[in-house]
């Protein structure tokens, strides 16, 4: 039996980029603590963004350019890069299917035995990523450390954790 730490979007512009708040700044040792204590698998997902972002539909619903690939914002934090052992996941939305095939199919080869979610931003890419785990994996428990994720305001990571916890996501 595996458990799994899915750490959500901690590049540099969600902490102190164009999206960067203090919350955010704050939970970066927590974060490394975290990883650094977990025993099971860690996995990192990486928001991206092409030029193009304002043409596309978030572009035009949140107009602040972000995560634009290769850029030093899109960059995963160093100090939690360098924990890294696995390529990032990847994603142009808010939440990864391919995170939730992943997980499908590390549970086929080993069991896993929970899923725990920390990073940014709670109300956005945090939620729907615990969203799609509990889709893909119902029976796994889905747990989300609050001390260890913000949000784009403290009143929506609240609103986030209460819709989650609603969903039977376990917060802790």
């Not at 889905?142 to 376990?170: F, R, W, Y």
């Amino acid at each position: 039996m595996q458990d799994v730490l899915i750490v959500v979007d901690m590049q540099n512009d969600f902490i102190d980029g164009a999206l960067g708040t203090a919350e955010a700044v704050e939970i970066v040792p927590k974060v490394k603590e975290k990883i650094e204590r977990f025993t099971g698998a860690v996995l990192f997902t990486r928001d991206t963004h092409s030029p193009e972002y304002m043409q596309t539909q978030e572009g035009k619903n949140l107009p602040v350019p972000h995560c634009i690939k290769g850029t030093d914002g899109w960059q995963i934090r160093p100090e939690l890069d360098a924990l890294r052992k696995t390529d990032p996941i990847d994603k142009e939305t808010f939440g990864s299917a391919e995170l939730g095939r992943m997980l499908s199919l590390m549970n086929e080869e080993e069991p896993i035995g929970s899923i725990t979610l920390i990073g940014l931003c709670t109300d956005i890419c945090v939620i729907s990523n615990a969203m799609i785990a509990k889709a893909f994996l119902p029976e796994v428990p889905i747990i989300v450390d609050a001390e260890c994720c913000a949000g784009v305001t403290p009143d929506t990571h609240s609103n986030a954790l209460a819709a989650m916890e609603c969903c039977q996501i376990k917060i802790v």
